[in-house]
């Protein structure tokens, strides 16, 4: 009996763990490198990827019920109502974004150290600065 029971919530976890780690975009991880232009960011050719690559996926800022926090999966969703203050347009020192990608907010679980590339910081504090465009 206690065999069936332990089997059974074995099965019942490991369809649970599919289920969570199938949703949303694949996990690209911290080596993927998404680079940003000096100028001219685009939310479709810069941002979204590094979104998608370093953010939203399956377990953290994805879509329900796939997620652990707050969606982060679309424009709408970074500048929305329930992310009020995440992108300030043309403020990137008021956008609660750049101050957790530089370290000057925590975020649960820390990043490991190299997570981002400064030239994805400095590439999402100058889409900022120059409007947090959807293009």
């Given at each position: 009996?206690?065999e069936?029971i332990?089997i059974?919530?074995?099965v019942?976890?490991?369809?649970?763990?599919?289920?969570?780690?199938s949703?949303?975009?694949?996990v690209?991880?911290?080596?993927?490198?998404?680079?940003?232009?000096?100028s001219?960011?685009?939310?479709?050719?810069?941002v979204?990827?590094?979104?998608?690559?370093?953010?939203?996926?399956?377990?953290?800022?994805?879509e329900?019920?796939?997620?652990?926090a707050?969606?982060?999966?679309?424009?709408?969703?970074?500048?929305?109502?329930?992310n009020?203050?995440?992108i300030?347009?043309?403020?990137?020192?008021?956008?609660?974004?750049?101050q957790?990608?530089e370290?000057?907010?925590?975020h649960?679980?820390?990043?490991?150290?190299?997570y981002?590339?400064?030239?994805?910081?400095?590439?999402?504090?100058?889409?900022?600065?120059?409007?947090?465009?959807?293009?």
């Amino acid at each position: 009996m206690k065999e069936k029971i332990f089997i059974s919530s074995f099965v019942i976890l490991s369809m649970i763990m599919i289920r969570l780690f199938s949703g949303c975009h694949e996990v690209i991880g911290p080596d993927s490198n998404v680079v940003f232009p000096d100028s001219n960011v685009s939310y479709i050719s810069n941002v979204e990827p590094f979104m998608i690559t370093k953010c939203s996926y399956s377990g953290c800022h994805c879509e329900p019920p796939y997620n652990s926090a707050t969606p982060m999966t679309t424009y709408f969703e970074l500048i929305g109502p329930d992310n009020l203050g995440l992108i300030v347009s043309y403020q990137p020192e008021q956008s609660i974004l750049i101050q957790i990608l530089e370290g000057k907010l925590p975020h649960s679980p820390p990043f490991q150290q190299g997570y981002f590339t400064q030239n994805q910081i400095n590439g999402m504090r100058k889409w900022i600065q120059e409007g947090a465009k959807n293009n």
